[in-house]
């Protein structure tokens, strides 16, 4: 009730009007049926401009710490990401993967749209990172298709950092159903499953434009956090 609420009558219109966003390919999205939507991740705002312009209800694995915020406002987010269909996964610990694969394939065995981030975060400097092989598990468990996406300018929108997003044009760019039938039965194989996440990045990466880096957005960010820290500290006063 409240995410048809949300799309059609509150947040919808809203970033509709915000961002004027492009849609291209929308055919391409099952009309019914299980399927899963793998898209890159350049902004918080992803998350609900994507399903805003779906005509079909999607559901995302949101992150764990989305639904445990302290105080008010962490009461007020965890609710409104759960009214809004999300699930949480904690993405820290040696089952983080397992659980994620879990909650995806309840989703999709129920006939409904999954949508998945295969970089696993946001990409900090808007290129696009090594995809992960949940979604290849999942697609080769559950026999269902994977719709590429691409998100186009929201980065420049609302980059990491930025709480409140800039008017910027954006475009959503869907491509063509990948069929991953000939691996039927082989979710168990290492080889099988890079190749078939790497098929799928390189989809996303032809409707997107972005610069490719063949490593994980999460190792990247942290270097690059770390290099921060590093020139903060050179910079404090000696005492």
């Keep these: 009730m409240f995410y048809h609420l949300l799309k059609y009558v509150l947040l919808g219109p809203l970033l509709r009007l915000v961002f004027r966003p492009r849609i291209e390919g929308l055919e391409h999205v099952p009309a019914s049926g299980a399927a899963i939507v793998a898209g890159n991740h350049l902004s918080f705002s992803d998350h609900f401009l994507m399903p805003a312009v779906l005509k079909r209800r999607i559901t995302f694995l949101a992150k764990a710490e989305y639904f445990t915020g302290p105080g008010v406002k962490g009461r007020l987010t965890a609710a409104f990401f759960r009214s809004a269909g999300q699930i949480p996964v904690d993405r820290?610990?040696?089952d983080a993967?397992?659980?994620a694969i879990r909650e995806g394939?309840?989703?999709l065995g129920k006939g409904e749209l999954l949508g998945i981030y295969p970089e696993g975060t946001r990409s900090h400097d808007?290129?696009?990172y090594k995809g992960k092989v949940g979604v290849a598990v999942m697609?080769?468990?559950a026999g269902v298709p994977v719709v590429p996406c691409a998100m186009i300018?929201?980065?420049e929108a609302q980059p990491p950092g930025r709480k409140v997003p800039r008017i910027h044009p954006v475009v959503i760019r869907f491509g063509e159903p990948l069929d991953f039938s000939r691996y039927a039965g082989m979710e168990n194989e290492k080889a099988v499953l890079r190749a078939v996440t790497d098929e799928i990045m390189y989809a996303i990466l032809g409707l997107s434009g972005q610069e490719y880096v063949d490593r994980y957005a999460a190792v990247v960010k942290a270097e690059h956090e770390a290099a921060a820290r590093e020139r903060r500290f050179r910079r404090l006063p000696l005492s």
């Design 92 to 94: 820290s610990g040696k």
């Design 97 to 99: 993967g397992q659980a």
């Design 105 to 107: 394939l309840g989703v």
């Design 126 to 128: 808007g290129r696009l």
């Design 139 to 141: 697609a080769l468990k």
């Design 153 to 155: 300018g929201t980065f």
